[in-house]
């Protein structure tokens, strides 16, 4: 098993940057793809962006290419993500996710942390 805590989290202004952070406990880090997940008020779960094992693949959310960054530091048990030019429809509860597989798909991750809650506002 794995657990996970999200940090990073606040208030930003439109346009502003905020790099998440995800601290991994308990297994093995690098048997697990990490992905970050968001959901808004109201709204489902959404895809953020997940990373295989080592780092070296990676994968967006179409709407959200170029401007988050999804990285790992296996060293540090840690994973991030780094979002910049952020808008007011980034507004959300983001969360990591572990799992031994990889993939985009909510349901198919096996470890979640509590998540961290971004608000993008003037």
């Known amino acids: 098993q794995v657990q996970l805590v999200e940090s990073g989290g606040g208030l930003v202004q439109p346009g502003g940057s905020l790099r998440l952070s995800c601290a991994a406990s308990g297994d093995t880090f690098s048997n697990y793809a990490m992905g970050w997940f968001r959901q808004a008020p109201g709204k489902e779960r959404d895809f953020v962006a997940v990373?295989?094992?080592?780092?070296?693949?990676?994968h967006y959310a179409d709407s959200l290419k170029g401007r988050f960054t999804i990285s790992r530091d296996n060293d540090k048990n840690t994973v991030y993500l780094q979002m910049n030019s952020l808008k007011p429809e980034d507004t959300a509860r983001y969360y990591c996710?572990?799992?031994?597989?990889?993939?985009?798909?909510?349901?198919?991750?096996?470890?979640w942390g509590q998540g961290t809650q971004v608000t993008v506002s003037s």
């Open positions: 996710a572990a799992d031994e597989d990889y993939g985009a798909l909510d349901a198919h991750y096996a470890y």
């Open positions: 990373i295989s094992w080592s780092g070296g693949n990676t």
